[in-house]
């Protein structure tokens, strides 16, 4: 469960700035080219936030 919590953490910690990439305001999630919803937030978004950067792994799971 704290994993969880971690994302919401996350999310939200990334949705109080704005998207570089698809210009997405702050407290908005990230869209893609056709306006459809994107399924994770684009990576140039969080890149300026060091926790973040620092704790992504994408490959968490390969462990
Ligand atoms: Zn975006």
């Known amino acids: ?14 949705e109080r700035e704005p998207c570089p990439r698809c210009g997405a305001s702050p407290g908005s999630v990230c869209r893609g080219n056709s306006g459809v919803v994107a399924v994770d937030h684009h990576t140039g978004r969080y890149a300026k936030i060091p926790a973040l950067k620092a704790g992504t792994s994408p490959d968490k799971s390969a462990s």
């Open 1 to 14: 469960m704290d994993g969880d919590l971690e994302e919401i953490a996350r999310a939200d910690l990334i």
